[in-house]
């Protein structure tokens, strides 16, 4: 019995420290939570004198532990999503739900089924897992389309690494974040003592360093303020999500958003800005209100950016994408680019599409736009477009924001419900400004509608589901942080380097006096 409990011992830790990293996000915003997080995790897979042995499948499963429980907790709004709008039962919400956060699980613990081949040297160990977290964060990237979400470094916005986002992103910060947990985890378990004094205090100062660089790069300018400043009007008309594409609904959603800009623009405002999808038609289907939408534009000398569904022909086929459409000087119009799965579109449609009402929302038919779009030019600023999801993707916004003056975010997170969804989205685009070092401007149906400053801080916002206007100003900047230059490859680099060294200083470990500790390191 006793060894049966001490097998569910490290599991069930692991799966505690997952879900301890969930506080250090949004809306909790425990920053300190997510060190005692990763130091936990390191703790559980880290050599010492009372360690137990490692192998490969014991890893991987201590780490799929630790992605379920922060995947569980922080992506619990999943759930509400499936349930509450995506009209599936209780039952088929929590199998849904389970299957997303097992394979979220399953991605982040792929890398870390290698972590005991780097357990012969503490500074091994300590590099490789640091490597390991950012590779399990990378994966997530990409992989099935990605879900960049959850990752580390969003909960460190305010902290002294957040100096660092310009630099490396929040890939970078996950990656330091992970190499001081690592070594706290590592002089818990005595895995020090072996190493003579000299290379114990150089690897506690490379813990502590990353701190303190970033604490200093925090007054560094990256990129500069120009002169132009435009003066903003954003509309937070607080549609409810089940009533968004009622046809009965259609006027009185019109009316909130046309009476509320006809207000803006008698505050002389420059620009007007709808969120996501505001109008609840597509395009093409309503050429009255389109013109009227173009001609107050003109008249006012207040030009609109709004999203809406665009739709057209291609080979005799009608294709239809999620826009933001600019009424204006010139109209003009940006397709957005990465679409989130089963919400705009049915991977594997012509299978499962149909089979349950989840498969069928009522905009699981989005095609995305071409990769080059340009920036949509609005009152004197180039704006980098990114519709909803678009936002969460570091690299993908580092490239708009190259040819932009200000970062441009359309959403609508009703889907979310009264979740944490929301604030944990709108912390990721407080991220993306401090990245790129430029104002970022977020309009959406229900909140979190907020005009951000290019050091990751909310400027002023509104509150979550109010029907409300934000006005306020922004100022064009130019240049480039090294993120924007180097991108994601850049930390990718740093993290196969440090996997280099960690596998060269893992071929020669330093030797234990303990016998335990000696075995465990041959194992």
């Known amino acids: 019995m006793r060894k049966f409990t001490a097998s569910l011992m490290a599991p069930l830790l692991a799966v505690i420290a997952g879900s301890l990293l969930t506080l250090s996000l949004a809306p909790y915003n425990y920053w300190w939570c997510s060190l005692i997080s990763l130091a936990m995790f390191a703790w559980i897979l880290a050599p010492g004198p009372r360690a137990q042995p490692l192998s490969t499948w014991r890893s991987y499963r201590l780490a799929f532990c630790f992605g379920f429980g922060l995947f569980v907790t922080g992506g619990s ?38 972590i005991g081949r780097f357990r012969g040297s503490p500074v091994a160990f300590a590099l490789a897992f640091a490597s390991l977290w950012f590779m399990a964060e990378w994966l997530r990237t990409w992989v099935f389309t990605g879900f960049p979400w959850l990752f580390a470094g969003y909960g460190h916005l305010n902290t002294w690494l957040a100096g660092w986002a310009p630099v490396i992103s929040v890939y970078g910060i996950g990656l330091l974040l992970a190499f001081t947990a690592a070594v706290i985890a590592l002089v818990i378990r005595g895995a020090l003592a072996p190493l003579k004094a000299p290379t114990s205090i150089a690897l506690l100062v490379a813990a502590l360093l990353p701190w303190a660089a970033g604490l200093a790069m925090q007054s560094v300018s990256w990129t500069h303020q120009k002169d132009t400043e435009v003066t903003l009007g954003l509309v937070q008309a607080n549609i409810p999500q089940d009533k968004k594409w009622l046809p009965e609904f259609r006027g009185e959603t019109i009316r909130r958003y046309q009476s509320a800009t006809a207000k803006l623009r008698e505050e002389g405002v420059d620009v007007v800005i709808w969120p996501e999808a505001a109008l609840p038609l597509l395009y ?99 704006w980098a477009p990114l519709i909803c999801y678009e936002i969460v993707y570091p690299q ?23 979740s944490i969804g929301p604030l944990q989205h709108m912390q990721m685009a407080q991220m993306r ?16 509608t907020a005009l951000v400053n290019p050091q990751g801080q909310i400027v002023s916002t509104l509150p979550q589901f109010e029907q409300a206007t934000l006005t306020g100003k922004v100022r064009a900047r130019s240049g ?24 060269l200083l893992q071929r020669t470990p330093a030797v234990s006096s303990n016998t335990a500790y000696a075995r465990e390191l041959a194992d």
């Open 77 to 114: 709004w999943v759930y509400v999503s499936i349930t509450d709008f995506g009209g599936s039962s209780a039952i088929l919400g929590v199998l849904l739900t389970g299957a997303f956060v097992s394979i979220l699980a399953v991605l982040f613990a792929v890398p870390f089924a290698f």
């Open 284 to 382: 093409h289907h309503a050429p009255n209100l389109m013109e009227a939408l173009q001609r107050n534009a003109e008249q006012s000398g207040s030009e609109l950016i709004t999203g809406i569904l665009y739709d057209t022909e291609k080979d005799q086929r009608r294709i239809v994408h999620n826009s933001a459409v600019v009424f204006g000087s010139q109209q003009q119009l940006y397709h957005k680019r990465h679409l989130v799965p089963f919400g705009e579109y049915v991977p594997l449609e012509d299978w499962i599409r149909g089979t349950i009402e989840f498969f069928n929302l009522p905009t699981s038919f989005i095609r995305p736009g071409p990769d080059d779009q340009a920036p949509l030019s609005a009152g004197k600023l180039n």
């Open 396 to 418: 993908l916004v580092a490239d708009s924001a190259g040819g932009a003056d200000v970062l441009l975010t359309l959403s609508n997170d009703a889907w979310f419900g009264k």
């Open 433 to 448: 400004a401090l990245e790129t070092q430029r104002y970022l401007v977020r309009a959406t149906n229900t909140g979190v």
């Open 480 to 503: 480039n942080t090294p993120y924007m230059i180097y991108g994601t490859w850049g930390v990718l680099a740093l993290a196969v380097l440090f996997l280099v060294v960690a596998w």
